[in-house]
C-alpha cells in the first residue's frame, strides 16, 4: 500500500470568523437592525429608561428559555415549566406569608420544584413516555394543584423578597445580573464540559450515545432536574418582581422559552441549538412586544405579530440548513 | 407441475455507477414449481428481487410474465398486477390492524354501505386454512402474532391477491424447526394449487425438500441450474458453486506477530447466543463467520453490553469483567464498531469533532474538554486516517459511505482500548476505503490490540482472520485456523455444521 501524506492542512479558524460563520450571526444583526427601524419610529423606544425596563422583563423568560434550549437539544421537551412556576409561587408565597420571612419559603418552593422536575425527570427516563405528553400532564397536574393550595386567590407578600429587584448597580437589579450569570455559565457548560457534548450526542442518537458508553437515562434524569433547579430560580425572582404568589403568574411562560429557543435556531428534534442563540431569541422575543407596545398596537395584536415572527424564523432556520 | 412458464427472464443485467452487479442473468418458472435460488451475501439475490417487484429497473434484457412480455418500466405496482408477490424477510404488515384487515386491505369484502365482518372473517380462516394454518384467529391484532404467523398471513395476503409468482426471501429466518416443516408444507399446498414459487434460502436442507430446481448465483452472474428430476441435488457442488471465486480479489495482509491470550469467554449465553467459548490473543484478528442471523451481533452486543448475558464469565487480562453496560465494557478496555452506522454507530447530523470525542470522554473521564482540544485531536485523526473531509467541523452526514465509516473507527482509536469488535466493518464501504480499512485494522494489531471481526464477506474473513469461529443458531460449530481456511469449509459448517 502506498503511503501518500493527503494530510489536510488547515487551521483552527479565530473566534472572530467563527461567530460570523455561526447561525447567531443572523440573529443579531437582525436584532440591531430591528432596533434601529424602530428607534426611528418611536423616539421613546431607544432610551436608557426603556432598556433597564426590558432586560428586566428578560430575566424570567431568559432563565426558562436556556433550560428549555438545553432539554430540546436533548431530544426532550417540558411544557409544564409556565404552571409549574404558578403553583411553586403560591407554595413559596404562602410560607413566606405564614412565617414572616423570605428564606424558608423560598428554601420549600426552591425543594418542591426540583423534586418535581426530578420525578418528572424519573418518568421519561425510565419508562419510554414521550417527555411531549409527560410533561403535558404535568401541567395540568400543576395548574390544579396551584389552585388548590391557594384556594383560587393571590398571595400578597410585599416587601417580603424584594431583593432581586430593590438591590440595583448601575440601575440594573439584581435579577438581570443573574440572569446574565446563567446565560454565561450554561454558555461554558455546553462548550466547555463533557455534559455539553453529551448533550448532543444524546439528542441526535440516543441508541449511539448509549452506545459509546453514555448512561442515557441518568443523564435525561439529570438534565430535568437542573431544569428544575432553573424554573425554582426563574419563580423566586418572579416573585421578587411582582410580589404576589398567584395560580396565574407563569400563564404563556412555556410557550415563550420554547418559542425563544426556536428562534435561536434549537430543533425540537433535538441535536441542534444554542445558548447564546437561545438568549438572542428572548431578546428578540421581548423587543418585539415592547416594540409593539410603544408602536400602541394592541395586545391582541401582539399574538399574531409574534406567532407570524416565530413561523418565519423556523423557515427562515429550515432555508439556511438546505442551502449548506 | 405444468410446462406453462410463468416467468422468463432472458439476459437482464443491472448496473450501479458503472459496477455491475447483474449480469446476462436467465431464470425461468413454471406454474407448480418451486425454483430454489442460492447464492451468498451479496451474491445478487437482493438485487434480483428488487428487478422483479419493480423497485430497480434492468438496463437491459427481456422479462415475460404469464407469456406477456413486458414492455417499458416494470413499476411495483405493475409487478404486483401481473400477479408478482414478493414475501420480504422483513415484516411488512400493520403491526396494529387486524389478522383479516391486513389479508384483504384495498380488497375489503362490503354489503353495499359496510364492510362486512362476519363474512370477511369466514373468508380469512378459508384462506389460513387453505394453506394450512389453524392457529390463527381472524380478529387477533397483528403485533400479538409470533413472527412464524406473521409470515403466514402474509403468504395468505399474497394468496388473496391471486398471485401468480410468489417470491420469498429468507421466509424462515427466526423460525423453530416446527414452524420450518409447517412453512415447507404451506409452499408444498401452493405450488399443487399452481403458484409458481421463487424461494430463496441461505438454508440449503430446506431447499433440498422443497426445491424442483436450484439455480446458483454468484457475483450477479447465474453460475448453474440444477433439476431435481434430472439429477440427485448434491450439496458439495452447489457450495463450490456458491464460493468458487477469483483469488485476486484478496486482500493480502501484513502478518503480526500474536501474543499470549488476553480474553477469555467461557459459556457466555444469552439472548441469541448458547454457550459460546473462545480465547483471543493479543495481536490477533479473530473472525466470526456464519449465517445472517446465526447470533454472531448478539454474541457481539452481549459482550459490549447493549444486551444482558443470562450466564458464562469474561475474562480480560486474567481479570473477571462484568459487563452490564456499553459504558462498562469501555472502562474495561473494549471498543465496538456496530453494524450500522447511520442507526447506532454516528451522529449523523452533529460535527465530526463531536462524534470523534464522546466515547473518550466517558473513558477518560474527562469532565472539561476545551473546543481547541475536540478540535486538534479529531484533526490529528483526520490525517492518520486519512479521512477526506473539510475539517473537523464538517458535519458527518455530508461525508461518503466510507469516509463516514472511518469516523465510526476514529472515535474508538481515539478512546483507546485493548479489544475492538467490529460488526461488518466494510459494510457499505467502496473498494478503496476497504483496503484502507484493513489497513487499519493490522495497523492496530501491531499495536498490539486484538480484534474480534464478525463479516458476511467471505474473501474479507479469509484474508484478515488468523483464526476463524464459525456460528450457527447462536453457538459456535467450528474453529479454523488460518492455514485450513478456505470458502467451501466456512460454508460448510455455517450452513449444515452439526460437526465440531
Given at each position: 500500500m502506498n503511503k501518500v501524506k493527503n494530510e489536510i492542512q488547515i487551521e483552527r479558524p479565530p473566534l472572530g470568523k467563527r461567530f460570523i460563520s455561526s447561525d447567531n450571526t443572523y440573529l443579531l444583526f437582525g436584532l440591531i437592525a430591528f432596533i434601529f427601524i424602530v428607534s426611528?419610529?418611536?423616539?421613546?423606544?431607544?432610551?436608557?429608561?426603556?432598556?433597564?425596563?426590558?432586560m428586566e422583563q428578560f430575566a424570567v423568560p431568559g432563565i426558562m428559555a436556556i433550560g428549555m434550549c438545553m432539554l430540546m437539544i436533548s431530544g426532550g421537551i417540558d411544557l409544564a415549566v409556565g404552571t409549574q412556576l404558578s403553583f411553586i409561587s403560591c407554595v413559596m408565597a404562602l410560607v413566606v406569608k405564614d412565617m414572616d420571612t423570605a428564606i424558608p419559603g423560598i428554601a420549600i418552593g426552591v425543594a418542591v420544584c426540583i423534586a418535581g422536575s426530578f420525578g418528572m425527570g424519573l418518568l421519561i427516563s425510565r419508562t419510554k413516555m414521550e417527555p411531549f405528553i409527560v410533561s403535558l400532564g404535568f401541567m395540568a397536574i400543576y395548574k390544579g394543584l396551584a389552585n388548590i393550595t391557594t384556594n383560587g386567590a393571590e398571595y400578597p407578600i410585599p416587601g417580603k423578597m424584594g431583593f432581586a429587584t430593590d438591590i440595583r448597580w448601575a440601575t440594573l437589579p439584581l435579577m438581570v445580573y443573574i440572569m446574565i450569570a446563567v446565560v454565561i455559565i450554561?454558555?461554558?457548560?455546553?462548550?466547555?464540559?463533557?455534559?455539553?457534548?453529551?448533550?448532543?450526542?444524546?439528542?441526535?442518537?440516543?441508541?449511539?450515545?448509549?452506545?459509546?458508553?453514555?448512561?442515557?437515562?441518568?443523564?435525561?434524569?439529570?438534565?430535568?432536574t437542573i431544569n428544575g433547579a432553573l424554573v425554582a430560580l426563574a419563580t423566586v425572582l418572579m416573585l421578587s418582581r411582582n410580589e404576589v404568589g398567584n395560580p396565574n403568574l407563569g400563564v404563556d411562560l412555556e410557550m415563550r422559552a420554547i418559542a425563544s429557543a426556536v428562534v435561536g435556531g434549537t430543533a425540537l428534534a433535538g441535536g441542534k441549538g444554542n445558548i447564546i442563540g437561545t438568549f438572542l431569541g428572548t431578546i428578540w422575543m421581548g423587543i418585539i412586544s415592547n416594540a409593539l407596545n410603544i408602536i400602541g398596537l394592541s395586545s391582541f395584536f401582539q399574538y399574531v405579530v409574534t406567532g407570524c415572527i416565530i413561523i418565519g424564523a423556523v423557515l427562515m432556520n429550515q432555508i439556511r440548513y438546505k442551502n449548506e | 407441475m405444468s410446462d406453462k412458464k410463468l416467468l422468463e427472464i432472458t439476459n437482464v443485467s443491472k448496473s450501479f455507477f458503472g459496477v455491475t452487479v447483474f449480469a446476462d442473468f436467465?431464470?425461468?418458472?413454471?406454474?407448480?414449481?418451486?425454483?430454489?435460488?442460492?447464492?451468498?451475501?451479496?451474491?445478487?439475490?437482493?438485487?434480483?428481487?428488487?428487478?422483479?417487484?419493480?423497485?430497480?429497473?434492468?438496463?437491459?434484457g427481456e422479462i415475460v410474465i404469464d407469456g406477456k412480455k413486458v414492455e417499458g418500466k416494470l413499476s411495483p405496482a405493475l409487478s404486483m398486477n401481473l400477479g408478482i408477490e414478493t414475501i420480504y424477510q422483513e415484516h411488512t404488515l400493520m403491526r396494529n390492524m387486524t389478522v383479516m384487515e391486513n389479508l384483504f386491505i384495498g380488497k375489503e369484502i362490503t354489503n353495499g354501505l359496510k364492510i362486512d365482518r362476519r363474512k370477511m372473517s369466514r373468508r380469512t380462516k378459508e384462506i389460513l386454512e387453505s394453506i394450512g394454518v389453524t392457529n390463527i384467529d381472524p380478529f387477533n391484532v397483528v403485533r400479538n402474532l409470533g413472527p412464524a404467523q406473521q409470515k403466514f398471513v402474509e403468504i395468505a395476503k399474497a394468496f388473496v391477491k391471486e398471485a401468480k409468482i410468489i417470491i420469498m426471501d429468507e421466509p424462515t429466518a427466526s423460525?423453530?424447526?416446527?414452524?420450518?416443516?409447517?412453512?415447507?408444507?404451506?409452499?408444498?399446498?401452493?405450488?399443487?394449487s399452481g403458484i409458481g414459487i421463487i424461494y430463496i434460502s441461505h438454508h440449503l436442507e430446506e431447499v433440498f425438500r422443497i426445491a424442483d430446481r436450484v439455480t446458483v448465483?454468484?457475483?450477479?452472474?447465474?453460475?448453474?441450474?440444477?433439476?431435481s428430476a434430472v439429477e440427485k441435488l448434491d450439496e458439495a457442488a452447489i457450495i463450490k458453486d456458491m464460493v468458487g471465486r477469483d483469488a485476486s480479489l484478496f486482500y493480502a495482509r501484513d502478518e503480526v506477530g500474536i501474543g499470549d491470550v488476553i480474553m477469555e469467554v467461557k459459556n457466555l449465553s444469552g439472548p441469541g447466543v448458547k454457550d459460546v467459548s473462545f480465547s483471543l490473543r493479543?495481536?490477533?484478528?479473530?473472525?466470526?463467520?456464519?449465517?445472517?442471523?446465526?447470533?454472531?451481533?448478539?454474541?457481539?452486543?452481549?459482550?459490549?453490553?447493549?444486551?444482558?448475558?443470562?450466564?458464562?464469565?469474561?475474562?480480560?487480562?486474567?481479570k473477571k469483567i462484568t459487563i452490564k453496560t456499553p459504558k462498562n465494557a469501555i472502562e474495561a478496555g473494549m471498543c465496538m464498531v456496530t453494524e450500522d452506522?447511520?442507526?447506532?454507530?454516528?451522529?449523523?447530523?452533529?460535527?465530526?469533532?463531536?462524534?470523534?470525542?464522546?466515547?473518550?470522554?466517558?473513558?477518560?473521564?474527562?469532565?472539561?474538554?476545551?473546543?481547541?482540544?475536540?478540535?486538534?485531536?479529531?484533526?490529528?485523526?483526520?490525517?492518520?486516517?486519512?479521512?477526506?473531509?473539510?475539517?473537523?467541523?464538517?458535519k458527518v452526514c455530508y461525508l461518503s459511505g466510507g469516509n463516514q465509516q472511518k469516523i465510526a473507527f476514529c472515535k474508538w482509536?481515539?478512546?483507546?482500548?485493548?479489544?475492538?469488535?467490529?460488526?461488518?466493518?466494510?459494510?457499505?464501504?467502496?473498494?478503496?476505503?476497504?483496503?484502507?480499512?484493513?489497513?487499519?485494522?493490522?495497523?492496530?494489531?501491531?499495536?498490539?490490540?486484538?480484534?474480534?471481526?464478525?463479516?458476511?464477506?467471505?474473501?474479507?474473513?479469509?484474508?484478515?482472520?488468523?483464526?476463524?469461529?464459525?456460528?450457527?443458531?447462536?453457538?459456535?460449530?467450528a474453529e479454523i485456523q488460518k492455514e485450513e481456511l478456505d470458502s467451501e469449509t466456512i460454508l460448510q459448517y455455517a450452513l449444515g455444521g452439526s460437526v465440531k
Open positions: 426611528l419610529i418611536a423616539p421613546n423606544f431607544a432610551t436608557p429608561f426603556n432598556f433597564s425596563i426590558l450554561f454558555f461554558l457548560i455546553l462548550r466547555f464540559t463533557r455534559f455539553g457534548r453529551w448533550l448532543y450526542a444524546v439528542g441526535d442518537n440516543p441508541e449511539a450515545a448509549f452506545l459509546s458508553g453514555i448512561n442515557v437515562k441518568n443523564f435525561k434524569l439529570s438534565m430535568y | 436467465d431464470f425461468d418458472v413454471k406454474a407448480g414449481e418451486v425454483h430454489c435460488l442460492c447464492g451468498e451475501n451479496g451474491a445478487g439475490k437482493s438485487t434480483f428481487i428488487k428487478i422483479l417487484s419493480g423497485a430497480y429497473q434492468p438496463d437491459g423460525f423453530g424447526a416446527h414452524e420450518i416443516d409447517q412453512l415447507l408444507n404451506t409452499v408444498d399446498t401452493l405450488k399443487k448465483i454468484r457475483d450477479g452472474r447465474k453460475i448453474r441450474t440444477y433439476d493479543k495481536g490477533e484478528i479473530l473472525g466470526f463467520a456464519g449465517l445472517v442471523g446465526a447470533g454472531r451481533t448478539e454474541l457481539a452486543e452481549i459482550l459490549f453490553g447493549r444486551r444482558k448475558a443470562t450466564s458464562g464469565e469474561v475474562f480480560l487480562k486474567g452506522r447511520q442507526h447506532t454507530g454516528l451522529f449523523i447530523n452533529q460535527k465530526i469533532s463531536l462524534n470523534s470525542i464522546v466515547p473518550q470522554s466517558v473513558k477518560a473521564k474527562k469532565h472539561f474538554i476545551s473546543p481547541k482540544y475536540d478540535w486538534i485531536v479529531t484533526k490529528e485523526y483526520i490525517n492518520k486516517l486519512r479521512i477526506k473531509c473539510k475539517g473537523p467541523d464538517q482509536f481515539i478512546t483507546d482500548g485493548e479489544v475492538y469488535i467490529f460488526d461488518e466493518p466494510t459494510r457499505g464501504v467502496d473498494i478503496g476505503a476497504k483496503e484502507e480499512i484493513y489497513h487499519l485494522m493490522v495497523q492496530l494489531c501491531r499495536e498490539g490490540k486484538s480484534i474480534l471481526m464478525i463479516s458476511s464477506d467471505m474473501p474479507e474473513v479469509i484474508a484478515m482472520s488468523d483464526r476463524v469461529m464459525i456460528m450457527k443458531n447462536g453457538g459456535i460449530t
